[in-house]
């Protein structure tokens, strides 16, 4: 049966995202104890780390310290992401240590990009390499019966003048679906995408592909969230992901980040159009008051 829309919103709080964007290491201590508070606040589907080169990403060398000390709850979904082989086993190490605990990381994210350019600058291998590794990792994680997020980064559009339309989103959509990935992220990776290119390219993947749960991943100064946001609803969105404060961005993209949507508004957002969401606002005042003291602590 095709997905219909309906007046519930799934919503991934992405502390990865925004822990990355800092220039400063942020202590293991410190991410620990953000997660707890995400989890003491209600949220239960959390993008909290990755499983990366600490040498790409120093950010992220902590990732199985922090899944190890997270307070864990029955109907938790964590997230993480991989860029290889590598990361998904890295992933699953994690899983079998402490499946006995009752933790588990239920989806590994991996990062496929519609352009060459920053395929290359996000995984270091070619679009060719890069399908053959989420292969390998989409057959590795089924066994272990850890879902496959696949997120198609550039999805709107890209800074470097290579072609893109949306037909090029929904052929990439569609080979994701095809190897077996659980969930499709559309990606406004830098932030660059219109209100009109975001409702035209969800759009079209969601006519082309009606049964894949589908969602976005976007990136957006304050000024235009409520465009983008409105645009992909209107368009039949129903997930999201975001971080509270807007704090992060892609540390691959350009010398400048965009920051991530801002959980706070997101929600005020989802609220005016009367939408159901399992967290409100207040619920994420305290969050929100120690993104801010993060930032100003390691964004500089």
């Not at 404060?245 to 350009?254: D, R, Y």
Request: glycine share 8%; aromatic share 8%.
């Amino acid at each position: 049966m095709p997905l219909t829309v309906t007046d519930a919103v799934t919503l991934t709080e992405c502390p990865r995202d925004a822990f990355q964007g800092f220039v400063k290491f942020i202590p293991t201590d410190e991410k620990i104890s953000y997660v707890n508070g995400l989890i003491k606040a209600g949220v239960r589907r959390i993008d909290f780390g990755s499983f990366v080169s600490p040498k790409a990403v120093p950010q992220m060398a902590d990732t199985a310290a922090v899944f190890e000390n997270h307070k864990h709850v029955p109907d938790l979904y964590l997230i993480a992401i991989v860029a290889n082989l590598r990361g998904a086993e890295g992933l699953i190490a994690c899983n079998r240590k402490w499946g006995h605990t009752g933790r588990k990381i239920a989806a590994a994210g991996f990062p496929m990009s519609v352009n060459e350019t920053f395929q290359q600058r996000n995984t270091n291998k070619s679009l060719e390499e890069a399908w053959d590794e989420l292969e390998k990792i989409v057959e590795l994680c089924g066994k272990e019966k850890v879902e496959v997020v696949g997120y198609l980064s550039m999805a709107f559009g890209n800074p470097y003048g290579e072609m893109h339309e949306p037909k090029v989103t929904v052929d990439f959509a569609r080979k994701l679906q095809k190897l077996g990935v659980s969930t499709v992220q559309l990606a406004d990776t830098v932030g660059v995408a219109t209100a009109d290119q975001v409702a035209a390219t969800f759009k079209a993947v969601r006519e082309a592909l009606p049964e894949m749960p589908l969602g976005v991943h976007l990136h957006a100064k304050p000024q235009t969230v409520r465009h983008k946001v409105m645009a992909a609803l209107n368009a039949g969105c129903r997930t999201f992901d975001s971080a509270v404060g807007g704090i992060g961005g892609c540390p691959f993209a350009e010398d400048e980040l965009v920051g991530n949507l801002d959980s706070i508004q997101l929600l005020t957002l989802l609220a005016e159009r009367g939408l159901k969401t399992e967290y409100g606002v207040d619920d994420l005042l305290e969050s929100a008051a120690t993104a801010v003291k993060l930032q100003r602590k390691y964004s500089i």
